[in-house]
């Protein structure tokens, strides 16, 4: 990615990109990452076999495992993988939830000063 490059009308070029949209990527991917894994170890906190939700879980697993032809030595490596692949799915929307949290209020926060911009730029209304 380019840094940024003022065009001949002394405005940054769009197209060009800016250095600034990389950290702000890479703070939105952070934050991402971080709260993903934070809500994956919460999540995985409510996981145990003595929970009669997870029992449930692995007996549905296994009978559909059975059902699609897999043998019993593996049943319990794919109901992991299969639970496994639920938190990260969960974990996951949970962080974009908080990132368009985030991301929502500190556009309210900035709606108010759009009243501090000054009115130059703003054309006389003629009639």
Known sequence: MAGCRVGPDGHLSIRDG???RKYRDAALATLLERRSQIHRA????????LNSATRAYTDNASSR????GYS?????IR???MA???????????????AFTLLFWLFA????LTILLPRR???EESE
């Open 72 to 76: 019993s030595p593996t049943f319990r």
């Open 121 to 123: 730029g703003i054309p």
């Open 42 to 49: 919460i999540l995985r906190g409510n996981i145990s076999n």
């Open 79 to 81: 109901e992991l993988a």
């Open 109 to 112: 926060l900035t709606i108010p």
């Open 18 to 20: 800016c250095e600034r």
């Open 84 to 98: 496994n692949g639920i938190l990260n799915r969960q974990s996951t929307m949970m962080a974009y939830d908080d």
């Open 65 to 68: 495992l059975m059902s699609l």
